[in-house]
């Protein structure tokens, strides 16, 4: 299964939604599908599984939704410390796959 | 508190040979399957090779197999990851990750440089 994310690159100002998206070339069953947050110069860690499930730690302005083949991870109100790489990943089968990344900035 | 931490990066040649290890703590280590994902400078994350919790079955990304063996160690809680034949397209940095499905825990990452 391909995912591809978009945009590449996200310009969004403090205190301001953003939404990324994540769209899967198949089906991806029983919301199998979760986002990576990737800091500068950090390894990346786990934000959302199950499609809309919080990691342990992880601040509620963070959600994720979606169904089929077409995902969103939604941060209600961007902090600075939210810039970042993000990354989707489908494990419907195993090893799955991570789609090409989007680069969140702060405007 | 999870803990992964890796070690054993490294620079070496074309063709040769380095051994990473993921030394785990603050969970169960014999009760999870393991992971080594990939991510080449400037790039995104690839998945190399997974493991089970008692270390069969294992799988490898065709990108590797046949020149690199995961394995571990339940008895030291240690993930380790043999790597050979190394080619310019394996430098990337080497992180160990708790699961097979969702990734839940990352190391900090192990870098690997492949250059003459």
């Known amino acids: 299964i391909v995912l591809t994310q978009s945009p590449g690159t996200l310009s969004v100002s403090p205190g301001e939604r953003a939404t990324l998206s994540c769209r899967a070339s198949?089906?991806?069953?029983?919301?199998?599908l979760a986002w990576h947050q990737q800091r500068p110069g950090q390894a990346p860690r786990l934000l959302i599984y199950?499609?809309?499930k919080r990691a342990t730690g992880i601040p509620d302005r963070f959600s994720g939704s979606g169904s089929g083949t077409d995902f969103t991870l939604t941060i209600s109100s961007l902090e600075p410390e939210d810039v970042a790489f993000y990354y989707c990943?489908?494990?419907?089968?195993?090893?799955?796959?991570f789609g090409q990344g989007t680069k969140l900035e702060i405007k | 508190e999870v803990q992964l931490v890796e070690s054993g990066g490294n620079l070496t040649q074309p063709g040769g040979s380095l051994r990473l290890s993921c030394e785990a703590s603050?969970?169960?280590?014999?009760?999870?399957?393991m992971s080594w994902v990939r991510q080449a400078p400037g790039k995104g994350l690839e998945w190399v090779a997974i493991?089970?919790?008692?270390?069969?079955?294992?799988y490898y990304a065709d990108s590797v197999k046949g020149r690199f063996t995961i394995s571990r160690d339940n008895s030291k809680n240690t993930l380790y990851l043999q790597m050979s034949g190394l080619r310019d397209e394996d430098t990337a940095i080497y992180y160990c990750?708790?699961?097979?499905?969702?990734?839940?825990?990352w190391g900090q990452g192990a870098l690997i440089t492949v250059s003459s």
């Open positions: 990943q489908q494990y419907i089968n195993s090893p799955g796959t």
């Open positions: 198949q089906m991806v069953g029983s919301g199998y």
């Open positions: 199950d499609t809309s």
């Open positions: 603050g969970f169960s280590f014999t009760s999870y399957a």
């Open positions: 493991i089970s919790y008692s270390g069969i079955p294992t």
């Open positions: 990750a708790r699961g097979t499905w969702f990734l839940e825990y």
